[in-house]
């Protein structure tokens, strides 16, 4: 099986000019087929709020109303999409930019309403994502750029979690190719003490999820995030890991930020 690379880039590194400079010549540098999703969450919660459109959040998710998901969609899939993809051509990584629409390649169900209405939110399951056309925009040489927007085959555009969007391809993938499935923000990794750079968790293993979440060292949006995580392991990606936008070279030696295993 030959390599695939999954990467799913923060809003904190995507918000500053220069980390993401950097980021996006590591990225290109990485050997082997890769593929990049991205959200861009504070710059949508900033030009929200410009046009007088508060950001709600329950547990690191946004609520999306029908005019938030105009922010969200016009941010994911114009501004911060093709801001990157026109990036990575100037630095001879030949991407192409998407929604989940484009191509049917990410198909979401609305979220039905429980205790919370979500709004215009997408959930994924085993059949939304399209793994034969990501695996065709691969083989033909191309390196797919996801946003956070999605599709319900019904014309309604979703706002969709990017990192469920990741594990979801991921999980895809993984029957194709040999699947890592990489987080990059703007911390090393899961941390101890959020204030002390070198508390980092070097490695979790499944059963100290809970534990962890119970002390409070996984708190807010690491949350769904390592449950994402956990449950792309469980679905046959064959390594996860979070960390350091900045370190993501160090990913060949196996030395990047915390490690998710079984």
Same mark, same amino acid.
Request: with cysteine; net charge negative; proline share 2%.
């Given at each position: ?54 950001? #709600? ?13 105009? &922010? ?28 989940? *629409? !484009? ?13 919370? !209405?979500?709004?215009? &939110? ?16 691969? #083989? ?50 899961? =941390? ?13 293993? =499944? ?5 962890? #979440? ?7 949006? =690491? ?15 064959? *390594?996860?890991?979070?960390? #350091? *936008? ?17």
């Amino acid at each position: 099986m030959n390599k695939l690379s999954v990467i799913k880039i923060g809003g904190n590194v995507i918000d500053n000019s220069e980390k993401l400079h950097q980021f996006l010549l590591d990225f290109t540098a990485l050997p082997g087929d890769k593929i990049l999703i991205h959200g861009g969450g504070k710059i949508a919660t900033e030009l929200g709020t410009s046009l007088g459109i508060e950001a #709600k959040m329950v547990d690191g998710r946004r609520i999306t109303d029908i005019e938030t998901l105009r &922010v969200v969609t016009m941010v994911y899939a114009g501004l911060i999409n093709k801001n990157m993809v026109a990036q990575l051509q100037n630095k001879g990584c030949n991407a192409i930019g998407l929604t989940g *629409a !484009d191509g049917n390649i990410i198909k979401a169900a609305k979220r039905p309403v429980k205790e919370i !209405d979500y709004g215009f &939110v997408g959930d994924l399951n085993e059949t939304s994502v399209s793994s034969e056309m990501i695996n065709n925009l691969l #083989k033909a040489g191309l390196v797919p750029v996801l946003c956070a927007i999605t599709h319900d085959g019904d014309g309604q555009l979703l706002n969709t979690n990017a990192d469920t969007i990741a594990s979801a391809v991921a999980v895809a993938m993984s029957d194709r190719y040999d699947t890592s499935l990489i987080y990059c923000f703007e911390k090393r990794g899961v =941390m101890r003490d959020i204030e002390d750079d070198n508390s980092l968790v070097a490695e979790i293993k =499944m059963a100290e999820f809970e534990g962890l #979440k119970n002390e409070g060292v996984v708190s807010g949006g =690491m949350i769904p995030k390592l449950h994402n995580a956990f449950e792309a392991i469980k679905s046959g990606v064959t *390594a996860v890991y979070i960390g #350091k *936008a900045d370190e993501l070279p160090l990913i060949d030696q196996q030395n990047f930020g915390t490690r998710l295993i079984k």
